[in-house]
Structure formats: C-alpha cells, structure tokens
T-cell receptor
Framework: AQSVTQLDSHVSVSEGTPVLLRCNYS??????LFWYVQHPNKGLQLLLK??????LVKGINGFEAEFKKSETSFHLTKPSAHMSDAAEYFC????????????FGRGTSLIVHP | KAGVTQTPRYLIKTRGQQVTLSCSPI?????VSWYQQTPGQGLQFLFE???????NKGNFPGRFSGRQFSNSRSEMNVSTLELGDSALYLC??????????????FGPGTRLTVT
C-alpha cells in the first residue's frame, strides 16, 4: 500500500526567504511523485514530478524537489518566496505496487508575509 | 488552448436527491479523472475514464458513478445524496497516460453543498 504524509499543515515565511515543504511517502516500489499547487478558487496545477530519472527535479516558478529513497522523502523547496506563492501545496504518490491510483497528501498551506 | 471546464461551479441540493456534474477536458485529452476534496478527508480519487471505459476506480460507494462520452466529455452522478457528500468535486484530464504517471490538468471544481 502507498501513503504520503505532509509533515506540516501550515508553513509561514517572509517574502524573500527560503521555502521548505516536507513530504514523506510510503511505497513498496519505486513510485512516481508529484507536487501540485492549488490557489484559492482554482484547480490544481502541476509544479513538478519525479519518475525515476534525476533525483533533483526542477519545476515551474523556481521550485525544486529532491527524491531521497533512503529517507523516503520528496521535500519541496524554493530559494526565495514570493507573495504569489501563497497557496495550498499537495504531495502525491502513485504507481506503487501496481496501483494506478494517485494518493494525495493532506496539503500544506504556505503563508507568505510581506 | 482552453483548459478543463466544469459545470456547474456551485450547486445546492437536498439530502436524498441526485446530482450530475459535467466536465469537459482539454481538447485532445482522452483520460478524465474525478476527485472529491473535503476538509476532513482531503483529496480522494473517485474514478478515471479513458475512451468511454472506466479504467480505474477509487474506494467510494456505488452511489457515485460516472461515464464518458465519445468526445471525451465526462459526467459524474451521485444518487441519494448525503450530508457528507458536500465537497469540492474536481475533474482532471490528461492526454492518454494513467493519472498515476502523467501530469493531470485540473478544472476549477464544482462546489456541492447538501442540506
């Protein structure tokens, strides 16, 4: 069975400071991992995905994530937060044990202070 | 290219009624998935349709059903509505790949309130 845990329900940063959103997963096989962002009243948008290529994945809007198999983590980072980054972020795992159903984390709300 | 559209955007229904939600995928996309988003359970996969056939199904009761038409548009139906069905229902489309493997493009959702 696969599962995903987003370790923080809320993360608060100041504009211009680094962002770290943490995600741990549980998977029997090499999973596919995604980060999506959801702005208020909008659908989800893909930030980046890992599918067993490079362990450091670069996404849109300056975000990147590193796949660490030994730690079963896929944390999302950005060097400098912008006010427009304030949104809900979801870590997603899929493809484990033959499952084609994506499992979403509970989400992390990123708050950016001016 | 137009994005995924969902209609209606907001809906209020009474317990026991049924409801049909509609989703038009991005042109050329053949896979359509449906999700339920609630504060208590988060985002949960309902089902996925590809070429008019249900390809994957989540763990929801039979009151939740869907279908896909030849133009890839999809509908989901919930019968005998319960208060717990109040949620944001999201539709997502992708070209051909499984939702577990490829980027999905999400619509803005239909907010269903059951009273």
């Amino acid at each position: 069975a696969q599962s995903v845990t987003q370790l923080d329900s809320h993360v608060s940063v100041s504009e211009g400071t680094p962002v770290l959103l943490r995600c741990n997963y549980s998977s029997s096989y090499s999973p596919s991992l995604f980060w999506y962002v959801q702005h208020p009243n909008k659908g989800l948008q893909l930030l980046l995905k890992y599918t067993s290529a490079a362990t450091l994945v670069k996404g849109i809007n300056g975000f990147e994530a590193e796949f660490k198999k030994s730690e079963t983590s896929f944390h999302l980072t950005k060097p400098s937060a912008h006010m427009s980054d304030a949104a809900e972020y979801f870590c997603v795992v899929s493809g484990s044990g033959g499952s084609y159903i994506p499992t979403f984390g509970r989400g992390t709300s990123l708050i950016v202070h001016p | 290219k137009a994005g995924v559209t969902q209609t209606p955007r907001y809906l209020i229904k009474t317990r026991g009624q049924q409801v049909t939600l509609s989703c038009s995928p991005i042109s050329g996309h053949r896979s359509v998935s449906w999700y339920q988003q609630t504060p208590g359970q988060g985002l949960q996969f309902l089902f996925e349709y590809f070429s008019e056939t249900q390809r994957n199904k989540g763990n929801f009761p039979g009151r939740f059903s869907g279908r896909q038409f030849s133009n890839s548009r999809s509908e989901m139906n919930v019968s005998t509505l319960e208060l717990g069905d109040s949620a944001l229902y999201l539709c997502a489309s992708s070209f051909v790949g499984l939702p577990s493997e490829v980027e999905q493009y999400f619509g803005p959702g239909t907010r269903l309130t059951v009273t």
